[in-house]
T-cell receptor
Framework: RKEVEQDPGPFNVPEGATVAFNCTYSNSASQSFFWYRQDCRKEPKLLMSVYSSGNEDGRFTAQLNRASQYISLLIRDSKLSDSATYLCVVWNNNDMRFGAGTRLTVKP | NAGVTQTPKFQVLKTGQSMTLQCAQDMNHEYMSWYRQDPGMGLRLIHYSVGAGITDQGEVPNGYNVSRSTTEDFPLRLLSAAPSQTSVYFC???????????FGSGTRLTVV
């Protein structure tokens, strides 16, 4: 079983749609959580950290449920520029584990 | 401020050849790491370093060596390349703690 599991997608949504990605992790000792974005043939870039209380950054909302070992990312009012692969990332003691990513395509 | 710089961007090696992938950062980050990314596998940690003179193995260290003689540089060495090492390699750095990583633009390596 992978340490970080994500639905690979692809998710194909129209502009303006709301889309949610989920992620589960297996190591209950994990300390920090992130969502990264990766464009095709580019390096991953930090999208946002994920806090237990939930956090929002513009159209993006991240949630963490430690009891269920579950992380989510919600994107509201999708833009064409949101098309990318979204990586769920879990950090524990200098070991950053990445999910394989969920691919999102936003269409006009 | 260049961030994390990786060279080369592309490389083709023959089986058995050796090479060094270079990584340099100018942000004075203590933590640096190397990942490989394969389709459907996500990024997997090869080696990491928490500071100059300190390195440790990650999830998939076999076939790779690293050293960290300065804060800025963290080269990855392939001693005898194998086709299974065909991948995209990313170097990353971060300040102390878990603030998220800055990645280099990657090296696409093909071993034939």
């Amino acid at each position: 079983r992978k340490e970080v599991e994500q639905d690979p997608g692809p998710f194909n949504v129209p502009e303006g749609a709301t889309v949610a990605f989920n992620c589960t992790y297996s190591n209950s000792a994990s300390q920090s959580f992130f969502w990264y974005r990766q464009d095709c043939r580019k390096e991953p870039k930090l999208l946002m950290s994920v806090y237990s209380s939930g956090n929002e950054d513009g159209r993006f909302t991240a949630q963490l449920n430690r009891a269920s070992q579950y992380i989510s990312l919600l994107i509201r009012d999708s833009k064409l520029s949101d098309s990318a692969t979204y990586l769920c990332v879990v950090w524990n003691n200098n070991d950053m584990r990445f999910g394989a990513g969920t691919r999102l395509t936003v269409k006009p | 401020n260049a961030g994390v710089t990786q060279t080369p961007k592309f490389q083709v090696l023959k089986t058995g050849q050796s090479m060094t992938l270079q990584c340099a950062q100018d942000m004075n980050h203590e933590y640096m790491s190397w990942y490989r990314q394969d389709p459907g596998m996500g990024l997997r940690l090869i080696h990491y370093s928490v500071g100059a003179g300190i390195t440790d193995q990650g999830e998939v260290p076999n076939g790779y060596n690293v050293s960290r003689s300065t804060t800025e540089d963290f080269p990855l060495r392939l001693l005898s390349a194998a086709p299974s090492q065909t991948s995209v390699y990313f170097c990353a750095s971060s300040p102390p703690g878990s603030y998220g990583y800055t990645f280099g633009s990657g090296t696409r390596l093909t071993v034939v």
